[in-house]
């Protein structure tokens, strides 16, 4: 078993702190560390646990590759690895290494190529969240973001295929346009009416019979008013309430709707969904496929407020990997 971590997207920093909780779970599984250069390192115990920083800096391996992401895998099948992904964002998230894995036979942790693909387009799956009978806010295109902006009096913009709340913009004016604009010139960006509500996000689990379980919703209380990176790492004020202070039937319309997007877009092993919970209920804004599992991220608060110990939570999608690829 190998824990395979970094990756090349914007997020390889906190997939640096999500293998630090995995290997001190799984102290004797093999480290494999995918750089930005698209090359993979076996790594040491040492050295990921000595990254006292990983929200803040960069990890740098000290041994040499086994080469690019694609060799390394056709090693991993020769091997009969499986790999523990601790990975979030870009080719990581997005189908592209799930896809290169199910190529060559190498069992994986968490959703497959097609699911991954889907979850990670934001505009997808509020499309097919929508379709299972949860509710999602309307997108604005950027030739109407005027016009919402006079309709709505808020928007917000964030990138269609991104995470951990990279690129947010609060739009209250016109000229927050601009910004938003140049941004949209590099990716493309989803724009929505802003929902005025409390922050909330649920967990999904595939359990042994391949049931579903929602885990305990988690209210989010953000530091300055917006869950970005800084909120969700850095910040030390950002509050994180599991289970969050919901009405009942509130709380069960969040787990409902999270069960129904995971089985919408073909979720497999886990999830995790995230809300707006307004006047009129919840509110789906997008489910994460590879949600983090640092000490500080909000599945892992979640699996213990529900009883389930970490390590246990890792032997089982460790188990549903194996039995995938039997099946």
Known sequence: MTILFGGTSKERLVSVASAQALHAALPDADLWFWDADNRVYPTNSEALLTHTRPFEEAFHPTTGSLGEIEPALDLAAAEQRLMLLALHGGAAENGELQAMCE????PFTGSGSAASHLAFDKVAAKRFAA????KAPLGVTLAEAETALEAHGRLIAKPTRDGSSYGLFFINARQDLVAVRNAAKTED???EPFVAGIEATCGVLEQADGSLLALPPIEIVPADGGFDYT???LAKSTQEICPG???PDVAATIMDYAVRAHRAMS?????????IVTADGPVFLETNTLPGLTKASLYPKALKTQGIAFLDFLHGQ???AERRLRG
Do not use: P
Request: aromatic share 18%.
């Open 103 to 106: 190529l060559r036979g190498v």
């Open 131 to 134: 379709i299972a009978g949860v």
């Open 189 to 191: 960006y989803l724009i």
């Open 231 to 233: 909120a969700k790492y």
């Open 245 to 247: 202070r919901f009405e």
């Open 267 to 275: 979720c497999r092993g886990y999830s995790r969904s995230d809300f």
């Open 318 to 320: 460790i188990a549903l």
